[in-house]
């Protein structure tokens, strides 16, 4: 027990620059304590910017604090070093493994480095580094976490530490390489270039801060969306399940409906048929019972007798209906059966086409990341796409140049072999790039007959009707420029765009979202027309040439 307490008081009056038990231990404003000679080091440092900080809590003090020694603290060192925590400490500088910086002055089996120093280019254990803190010989050496790169700091031309920077070459030399290679360079001391680019880097940290931040939360709203998502699809199965319920449970009502009527009409006809059964039987009877008294009365051997009883023997009466029982051919109820399948096959045909229209809006359901739109051109060109024209849709009166990124009208027929992809009579070409997601190209114009086109890939190719032209249809969109006034088509209708625009067309798409825009480039970004729409296939690029007029799609860096 009594040895852990030791490892603790060392721990706690141990200086968090050297590693080492204070030494003239000072306590700044902050409430840290340092060695004296460590803390001053630390913000000789500093001395350019005219701040000074704490190296813990990087609390800072301006102007820079007058250092006296902390008696109490000194005592309270002195004391536990005659407890006996120097064996503890050196305990804990311990052998260094395959991994570890080694101390280069240790012979033998090495210890642990504690420290590097920029100037010695060496590294120290700590028995070996307390040099550095007790003689003013080393008071402006730099002393840094174990590094095992030290000899990167060395010129390798000329054996020396590169203690400046070449902005010209940018990179770090010796001072003869200022005087030898480097000579009339702008150069300046590592410390110097050191001081700037810190500056720049606290500034691209708090950027990548800013940006942890800003996608923190959109994790937080995304999160959200996941249990809006759940609960939406939850509520849409619970609804649709009532709906169907209630379809099936009157399907089963009608069933149970026609059944019943089909029963009850069985009864009655039963009951019909039963009847005139009866009445038949009742008639052959009595037929029977006459057959029977003229058969007697035809065995007769007095004549008298039978010419008395003849009259009313022989007399009949007239059949009440003296016509057949006809039996229709078919199957009764046939028809209803018939009217029953052909409501089946209607339900079935209006079932599977609004079903198709169901799996689509199921399928079509998307959660729209919104996303804030780009305004720079900068911006813009984080979503650049090599656009690369399909020459297998090229019209015959175009031709194509610079690695199928330029197209020309040409005055005579060029003669290509035949494609199905080819316009055959819109002067037309589309990207062998699909386009999805976000997306950003730019389209150099020269002349007045130009059309700057996205389309989906079914587009109709062979004919002269509006089924093929780029904006004649709902298979495409175009910003055209015909005698140098700008239109925009889709669907055939026609929408006027603001005017006059430069000879560079930048078309920015987000497929997702559903939006389409083009701007004038120049040195801002003016926009000329936005589409917002649903894309329901992936999008092409393409232009329209006409007139002697070309089209070209820049590479963008």
């Not at 089996?109 to 803190?133: D, F, G, I, T, W």
């Not at 083009?518 to 926009?527: A, K, N």
Request: charge should be negative; hydrophobic fraction near 30%.
């Amino acid at each position: 027990m009594e040895q852990k307490g030791v490892q603790l008081n060392q721990k706690t009056f141990s200086c968090s620059i050297c590693l080492a038990l204070l030494k003239d231990p000072v306590t700044i404003p902050c409430g840290h304590s340092y060695c004296m000679s460590c803390i001053q080091t630390h913000w000789d440092e500093e001395d350019g910017k005219n701040i000074h900080s704490c190296p813990q809590c990087r609390q800072t003090f301006t102007p820079r604090p007058v250092l006296v020694k902390s008696t109490m603290l000194a005592d309270l060192v002195e004391q536990l070093k005659k407890t006996g925590l120097e064996p503890a400490a050196a305990a804990d500088h311990c052998y260094t493994g395959a991994e570890g910086v080694v101390c280069d002055f240790c012979t033998g089996r090495k210890l642990k480095a504690v420290k590097s120093c920029l100037v010695c280019l060496v590294s120290y254990c700590h028995k070996h580094l307390q040099p550095h803190y007790e003689s003013a010989a080393f008071k402006k050496h730099k002393l840094v976490d174990p590094s095992e790169k030290l000899q990167e700091n060395i010129c390798s031309r000329h054996d020396e530490v590169m203690k400046m920077f070449c902005c010209t070459d940018h990179q770090c030399i010796c001072y003869l390489c200022s005087v030898d290679e480097h000579k009339g360079h702008d150069t300046v001391s590592s410390a110097a270039e050191r001081t700037e680019r810190q500056t720049e880097l606290e500034v691209s940290r708090q950027k990548i801060q800013q940006r942890i931040k800003d996608k923190q939360e959109d994790v937080k709203v995304l999160q959200q969306e996941v249990e809006t998502i759940r609960r939406s699809a939850d509520e849409a199965v619970e609804k649709n399940h009532k709906i169907l319920t209630e379809l099936i449970r009157l399907m089963e009502e009608r069933r149970r409906d026609v059944e019943r009527q089909i029963r009850s009409k069985e009864e009655t006809e039963v009951i019909r048929v039963k009847e005139l059964e009866s009445k038949l039987e009742q008639e052959i009877t009595e037929l029977r019972r006459k057959d029977a008294e003229m058969d007697k009365l035809s065995h007769t051997h007095d004549h008298i007798q039978f010419l008395l009883q003849y009259p009313s023997v022989s007399k009949l009466r007239e059949d009440p209906d003296s016509s057949h029982v006809h039996i229709r051919p078919q199957s009764y109820f046939e028809d209803v059966t018939t009217a029953v399948s052909e409501l089946r096959d209607k339900l079935q045909h209006s079932l599977t086409e609004e079903w198709t229209n169901i799996s689509l809006r199921i399928t079509q359901t998307q959660v729209l990341l919104i996303k804030a739109e780009p305004q720079t051109r900068a911006e813009f060109l984080q979503y650049s796409r090599e656009i690369t024209l399909d020459p297998n849709t090229l019209n015959e009166d175009l031709s194509l140049s610079e690695k199928n990124k330029k197209v020309t009208f040409m005055s005579q027929k060029q003669n290509y072999p035949h494609h199905p992809d080819r316009f055959s009579d819109w002067c037309q070409v589309l990207s062998r790039e699909s386009l999805t997601g976000r997306c950003y190209w730019e389209v150099e114009r020269s002349g007045g007959g130009v059309g700057v086109a996205v389309a989906y890939k079914d587009i109709k190719r062979k004919g002269s009707d509006k089924e093929c032209g780029f904006g004649n249809n709902d298979k495409s969109w175009t910003l055209c420029y015909d005698d140098l006034i700008p239109v925009f088509y889709h669907n055939s209708v026609e929408s006027s765009v603001p005017g006059p625009v430069s000879s560079r067309i930048g078309v920015y798409l987000d497929h997702t979202a559903g939006i389409l825009s083009f701007y004038s480039v120049s040195e801002t970004m003016t926009l000329i027309h936005r589409v917002q729409t649903t894309f329901t296939q992936p999008l092409y690029a393409g232009v329209w040439v006409w007139d002697g007029s070309t089209a070209h799609f820049p590479k963008l860096h």
